[in-house]
């Protein structure tokens, strides 16, 4: 083996390239490695099983060329396996003649070894033409994930469940693979590229969807960068840039159109289709938009190739002061994804991952290592990093809320912790705030206990200013959140009394018989909507009472239960919506009513004002109540309210939603003004990415889908807080988050991690199921008393009924057969014991 | 339910005598927020109260709350054994200061 001259100050200097070996290799494709890759200045080393020898010489399979190899792969520990940059699988024969194993019940050396390459992100695995054998007895590893390979082994992998993508290069994460032996130049070439991207060896992201191979040239700041796509041909003049006589910071959220390398001129076009012209200078940084729980991933040494046309990403920068036609000094960039078109959002893992560091910044923050938890310690005020302050309050609904989040981290991840805080944290709603009124034979909750000192303090009405000494509907409804989301897990018997307690609460107290719909707050003493005491509460409905129910608790309860009451009662809240809710001369709902549906257009801060997320949460639910009872009524609205909110409640320039608004512009002007300010709020930008995806898996439309991706695109780009954890409360317009009084809180009245979960669940379920045609598998935990009729329901969300099957079951790590695939249901044995319930679903389009 | 108020070394003494149920609760509640005084210390002697609703329960955990409000001490006296039986299950039980007679409850106040 010829021990070749490496580059030096090559791009690969340092790094490792390994590759396996084994006899009939492809003679070009192995001597095209070995010099490529020394080209770049990479060490490559050959592995092989030994099989007790010092060295085999393997030939080659054109000409039985010689090719001798000492390097001993079960001699690779888990350190040196770490200095690995990347792990090859080559063509030919390499692969079937490592698989092979003397021991059937044993997998081979090099099949253990790539199973530990799997596990450590920070390797590139890179596989090409018949090397996905080698992947066989692992197949695990490539569930779900997108490859290609040679056209003899597209059953193969399909049987393994990975996806087959029709490309020549495909790149998945930490996994490149390759169609054929005679790609190895376009294979070789992608994966100098991947590693010379992970700057600082740390797991990346790449895109999920497949790369299209090409040639790309070196891009190196100091030599002059490839040639540029386009030149910029519009003139200066065309070109967007304010021109008043101060400068001032700005975002800019759009798509390249050209990229003037020598002049360092980038042209972006905006949602809306704006001309921004920003210019790069030596000081511009750039990063990539990373999850929760990722390292800082640098992209300022690709920005020849990141800045081509269709490449979505964020620009920050300083508006200079003068006339217009000066471009703007973009200080940062930031991309979203890695190929052109690609969303590091739309990896199959981000959401999940997100979920998980949520969850875990939650438990830690609330209840530090101790499990059991103990919720005598749980505070609803959370500062910035999670610490407690000297509020000693636990409202109700915050710890509902949380019960929520970590009974739907369960559900996404299985891990069982989690489901242990939401149902100690059930427990304590039960035994705490919860009051049985056996006079009315209804449950209600406290808004809370006070627990300073050695007693506890119960709170009976709510402290919160808008509805001091009433009990809101608001509150009854977001405490059975967390409960009836643990509820669709265990099936614990004392939930499911304590849900129909307070729904005995809604439809008798806060209900209107004759009208419809539920009123908004109740007296104290006689549970009556229509006391004097209630003041502008009195006798009033608005979104919170009477649509709320669906997202806090009501499709989850039906989810669990199949109950046809549920339900009914969900349509009679759509079908209220549908024909109160929209006004012709507005394109934003009217969410307040008197007890005669007419509208209250003088209540408190609302006036006659817009909550952009609630409208957006109407469109979101009001396609799940589609799903459920398919009504031309419901789409309609739902369609209407996606059409039209972009421009009105958007910010079409810098990315991300607006707050509250005035319904209709002033005498005079164009565009209705922002009310208090103009931040963003993270779970109003929650409510535009669930009501995106679901319309565009659900209608299919381009434009939905572009809304859905820009608005995750900017949360994830600017609400994550990589510094302690969680997510901002609020950003600024142009991204920075906003950390003043108590938006600066990561535990409050408003914030805990209900939103941020409910968003990283119903992305996933949208975006695997309905969009991508992905499987899912979500995991249950149904008590030995849970369940009556011992039928758990598995269907993730309200989806269309064509569109979803449950594919397989397991009960205990063992395959289960009794449940019917189109009803998603499961029939439980009985069980003296929890059970351990894993549902794959898959998508109903035809894909594979 | 008839409510009756005196003075005793200081303390105010507020006694309600008959039924607390969702009929009368309502003006129960509204007498009490006269009858209370916004300093100092009460004592709600309970021990005429023959019955009392989950409407009455709502109206102590007003009263409760007024008198932490404007830093009244508050103490309850005298409940009927059925009352009390209430109070205890659902849990209000724990966060009131509760004696037996109102003699015990002025010293309580005073020490």
């Given at each position: 083996?010829?021990?070749?001259?490496?580059?030096?100050?090559?791009?690969?200097?340092?790094?490792?390239?390994?590759?396996?070996?084994?006899?009939?290799?492809?003679?070009?494709?192995?001597?095209?490695?070995e010099?490529?890759?020394?080209?770049?200045?990479?060490?490559?080393?050959f592995?092989?099983?030994?099989?007790?020898?010092?060295s085999?010489?393997?030939?080659?399979?054109?000409?039985?060329?010689?090719?001798?190899?000492?390097g001993?792969?079960?001699?690779?520990?888990?350190?040196?396996?770490?200095?690995f940059?990347?792990?090859?699988?080559?063509?030919?024969?390499?692969?079937?003649?490592?698989?092979y194993?003397?021991?059937?019940?044993?997998?081979?050396?090099?099949?253990?070894?790539l199973?530990?390459?799997f596990?450590?992100?920070?390797?590139?695995k890179?596989?090409i033409?018949?090397?996905?054998?080698?992947v066989?007895?692992?197949?695990?590893?490539?569930?779900?994930?997108?490859?290609?390979?040679?056209?003899?082994?597209?059953?193969?992998?399909?049987?393994?469940?990975?996806?087959?993508t029709?490309?020549?290069?495909?790149?998945?994460?930490?996994?490149?693979?390759?169609r054929t032996?005679?790609?190895?130049?376009?294979?070789?070439?992608t994966?100098?590229?991947?590693?010379?991207?992970?700057?600082?060896?740390?797991?990346v992201?790449?895109?999920?969807?497949?790369?299209?191979?090409?040639?790309?040239?070196?891009?190196?700041?100091?030599?002059?960068?490839?040639?540029?796509?386009?030149?910029?041909?519009a003139?200066?003049?065309?070109?967007d840039?304010?021109?008043?006589?101060?400068?001032?910071?700005?975002?800019?959220?759009g798509?390249?159109?050209?990229?003037?390398?020598?002049?360092?001129?980038?042209?972006?076009?905006?949602?809306?289709?704006?001309?921004?012209?920003?210019?790069?200078?030596?000081?511009?940084s750039?990063?990539f938009?990373?999850?929760?729980?990722?390292?800082?991933l640098?992209?300022?040494?690709?920005?020849?190739?990141?800045?081509?046309p269709?490449?979505?990403?964020?620009?920050?920068?300083?508006?200079?002061?003068?006339?217009?036609?000066?471009?703007?000094q973009?200080?940062?960039l930031?991309?979203?994804?890695?190929?052109?078109?690609d969303?590091?959002?739309e990896?199959?893992?981000w959401?999940?991952?997100?979920?998980?560091?949520?969850?875990?910044?939650?438990?830690?923050?609330q209840?530090g290592?101790?499990?059991?938890?103990?919720?005598?310690?749980?505070?609803?005020?959370?500062?910035?990093g999670?610490?407690?302050?000297?509020?000693?309050?636990q409202?109700?609904?915050?710890?509902?809320?949380?019960?929520?989040?970590?009974?739907?981290?369960?559900l996404?991840?299985?891990?069982?912790?989690?489901?242990?805080?939401?149902?100690?944290?059930t427990?304590?709603l039960?035994?705490?705030?919860r009051f049985v009124?056996?006079?009315?034979?209804?449950?209600y909750?406290?808004?809370?206990?006070?627990?300073?000192?050695?007693?506890?303090?119960?709170?009976?009405?709510?402290e919160?200013g808008?509805?001091?000494?009433?009990?809101?509907?608001?509150?009854?409804?977001y405490?059975?959140?967390?409960?009836?989301?643990?509820?669709?897990?265990?099936?614990?018997?004392?939930?499911?009394?304590?849900?129909?307690?307070?729904?005995?609460?809604?439809?008798?107290?806060f209900?209107?018989?004759?009208?419809?719909?539920?009123?908004?707050h109740?007296?104290?003493?006689?549970?009556?909507?229509?006391?004097?005491?209630?003041?502008?509460?009195?006798?009033?409905?608005?979104?919170?009472?009477?649509?709320d129910?669906?997202?806090a608790?009501?499709?989850n309860?039906?989810?669990?239960?199949?109950?046809?009451?549920?339900a009914?009662?969900?349509?009679?809240?759509?079908?209220?919506?549908?024909?109160?809710?929209?006004?012709?001369d507005?394109?934003?709902?009217?969410e307040?009513?008197?007890?005669d549906?007419?509208?209250?257009?003088?209540?408190g801060?609302?006036?006659?004002?817009?909550?952009?997320?609630?409208?957006?949460?109407?469109?979101?639910?009001?396609?799940?109540m589609n799903?459920?009872?398919?009504?031309?009524?419901?789409?309609?609205?739902?369609?209407?309210?996606g059409?039209?909110?972009?421009?009105?409640g958007?910010?079409?320039?810098?990315g991300?939603?607006?707050?509250?608004?005035?319904?209709?512009?002033?005498?005079?002007?164009?565009?209705?003004?922002?009310?208090?300010h103009?931040?963003?709020?993270?779970?109003?930008?929650?409510?535009?990415?669930?009501?995106?995806?679901?319309?565009?898996?659900t209608?299919?439309?381009?434009?939905?889908?572009?809304?859905?991706?820009?608005?995750a695109?900017?949360?994830?780009?600017?609400?994550?807080?990589?510094?302690?954890?969680?997510?901002?409360?609020?950003?600024?317009?142009?991204?920075?988050?906003?950390?003043?009084?108590?938006?600066?809180?990561?535990?409050?009245?408003?914030?805990?991690?209900?939103?941020?979960?409910e968003?990283?669940?119903?992305?996933?379920?949208?975006?695997?199921?309905?969009?991508d045609?992905?499987?899912?598998?979500?995991?249950?935990?149904?008590?030995?008393?849970?369940?009556?009729?011992?039928?758990?329901?598995?269907?993730?969300?309200?989806?269309?009924t064509?569109?979803?099957?449950?594919?397989?079951?397991?009960?205990?790590?063992?395959?289960?057969?009794?449940?019917?695939?189109?009803?998603?249901?499961?029939?439980?044995?009985?069980?003296?014991?929890?059970?351990?319930?894993?549902?794959?679903?898959?998508?109903?389009?035809?894909?594979? | 339910m008839?409510l009756?108020?005196?003075?005793?070394?200081?303390?105010?003494?507020?006694?309600?005598?008959g039924?607390l149920?969702?009929?009368?609760?309502?003006?129960?509640?509204?007498?009490?927020?006269?009858l209370?005084?916004?300093?100092?210390?009460?004592v709600?002697?309970?021990?005429?109260?023959?019955?009392?609703?989950?409407?009455?329960?709502?109206?102590l955990?007003?009263?409760h709350?007024?008198?932490?409000?404007?830093?009244?001490?508050?103490?309850?006296?005298g409940?009927?054994p059925d009352?009390?039986i209430?109070?205890?299950?659902?849990?209000?039980?724990?966060f009131?200061?509760?004696?037996d007679?109102?003699?015990?409850?002025?010293?309580?106040?005073?020490?």
């Open positions: 083996m010829v021990d070749l001259i490496r580059r030096a100050d090559g791009r690969l200097a340092g790094r490792t390239i390994a590759i396996l070996m084994e006899g009939d290799y492809v003679e070009p494709e192995l001597h095209y490695y010099r490529r890759f020394a080209e770049e200045g990479a060490r490559v080393e592995l092989t099983r030994l099989w007790g020898q010092s085999l010489t393997f030939t080659g399979h054109e000409y039985r060329l010689p090719f001798t190899v000492d001993d792969l079960e001699a690779v520990d888990d350190e040196r396996l770490r200095c940059d990347a792990l090859i699988v080559p063509a030919g024969m390499v692969s079937d003649r490592l698989r194993s003397e021991d059937v019940h044993r997998k081979a050396p090099a099949v253990q070894l199973r530990r390459a596990d450590e992100p920070s390797v590139l890179g596989i033409c018949h090397g996905m054998w080698l066989s007895p692992i197949a695990e590893v490539v569930r779900g994930r997108r490859v290609t390979c040679h056209n003899n082994l597209i059953s193969d992998v399909r049987n393994m469940g990975a996806v087959y029709d490309q020549d290069v495909v790149v998945d994460g930490d996994l490149l693979t390759a032996a005679d790609r190895c130049h376009l294979f070789a070439s994966l100098i590229d991947l590693v010379v991207a992970r700057t600082r060896r740390r797991p992201h790449a895109p999920r969807r497949p790369e299209v191979a090409a040639p790309v040239s070196r891009a190196e700041d100091v030599a002059p960068a490839a040639e540029p796509v386009n030149r910029p041909g003139p200066r003049s065309t070109v840039t304010p021109g008043p006589g101060f400068s001032f910071t700005d975002l800019v959220a798509y390249v159109t050209a990229y003037d390398a020598d002049r360092r001129l980038v042209d972006l076009r905006t949602s809306d289709g704006q001309a921004v012209r920003a210019e790069l200078t030596s000081t511009t750039a990063e938009a990373r999850n929760l729980g990722e390292p800082y640098d992209a300022s040494g690709h920005l020849a190739e990141l800045l081509t269709g490449r979505h990403l964020f620009v920050r920068g300083i508006c200079q002061p003068g006339g217009g036609g000066r471009p703007m973009a200080t940062s930031k991309f979203v994804g890695r190929g052109v078109g969303y590091g959002f990896d199959a893992g959401w999940t991952r997100q979920l998980v560091e949520l969850a875990r910044f939650y438990r830690r923050a209840f290592d101790s499990t059991p938890v103990n919720y005598e310690d749980y505070r609803t005020v959370l500062r910035l999670g610490d407690k302050s000297d509020h000693f309050v409202e109700t609904d915050t710890i509902s809320r949380l019960v929520y989040g970590m009974a739907t981290a369960y996404l991840t299985g891990e069982e912790d989690f489901l242990g805080v939401a149902e100690r944290g427990e304590y039960r035994e705490h705030m009124d056996r006079d009315n034979d209804v449950v909750w406290y808004h809370g206990i006070d627990v300073r000192g050695d007693t506890e303090r119960k709170l009976f009405t709510s919160f808008d509805d001091y000494d009433a009990i809101p509907a608001y509150e009854q409804i405490g059975l959140a967390g409960p009836t989301q643990t509820y669709r897990l265990t099936g614990d018997p004392r939930i499911a009394e304590d849900i129909e307690g307070t729904l005995r609460l809604l439809h008798r107290f209900r209107d018989p004759e009208r419809g719909g539920y009123f908004s109740v007296d104290p003493i006689l549970l009556s909507p229509h006391h004097e005491s209630l003041g502008p509460n009195r006798s009033r409905k608005n979104w919170n009472s009477i649509g129910h669906a997202p608790y009501l499709f309860l039906l989810l669990a239960t199949g109950d046809e009451r549920h009914r009662m969900l349509e009679e809240c759509f079908d209220l919506i549908v024909e109160h809710f929209p006004e012709p507005s394109p934003f709902v009217q307040r009513f008197h007890a549906w007419t509208p209250d257009r003088t209540w801060w609302q006036q006659d004002r817009a909550v952009v997320g609630h409208n957006l949460k109407i469109a979101w639910n009001l396609m799940r799903s459920l009872r398919p009504k031309e009524s419901y789409r309609r609205l739902a369609e209407r309210i059409q039209t909110m972009p421009e009105v958007s910010d079409r320039r810098r991300g939603w607006y707050d509250v608004m005035d319904r209709h512009p002033r005498p005079g002007e164009s565009r209705p003004r922002l009310t208090w103009d931040r963003k709020a993270w779970w109003q930008q929650e409510q535009a990415i669930l009501a995106y995806l679901i319309l565009a898996g209608t299919g439309e381009q434009d939905f889908l572009r809304h859905g991706r820009e608005a695109a900017f949360y994830n780009s600017f609400f994550l807080d990589h510094d302690e954890g969680g997510v901002y409360f609020n950003v600024l317009a142009e991204g920075t988050p906003y950390l003043l009084g108590t938006e600066r809180l990561k535990g409050s009245h408003s914030m805990s991690m209900y939103h941020t979960s968003l990283c669940f119903l992305a996933t379920v949208y975006q695997r199921l309905l969009i045609g992905e499987p899912l598998t979500l995991w249950f935990r149904p008590r030995p008393d849970g369940f009556g009729d011992r039928v758990l329901r598995v269907a993730p969300d309200a989806l269309p064509d569109r979803v099957r449950l594919d397989w079951v397991e009960v205990d790590g063992r395959p289960y057969s009794a449940f019917d695939a189109a009803t998603m249901t499961v029939k439980l044995p009985q069980s003296a014991e929890h059970l351990t319930v894993r549902a794959h679903l898959v998508p109903l389009d035809g894909r594979e | 008839e009756s108020k005196y003075l005793s070394e200081g303390t105010t003494v507020i006694a309600l005598d039924e149920t969702s009929s009368t609760a309502q003006r129960t509640h509204g007498t009490l927020e006269e209370m005084p916004d300093e100092g210390s009460v709600l002697d309970l021990s005429g109260m023959s019955y009392m609703s989950s409407a009455g329960l709502r109206v955990l007003l009263a709350r007024r008198a932490q409000r404007s830093g009244v001490d508050l103490v309850l006296a409940i009927p009352v009390r209430t109070m205890s299950a659902t849990g209000f039980l724990e009131f200061t509760v004696v007679t109102v003699p015990d409850a002025l010293e309580v106040l005073a020490g």
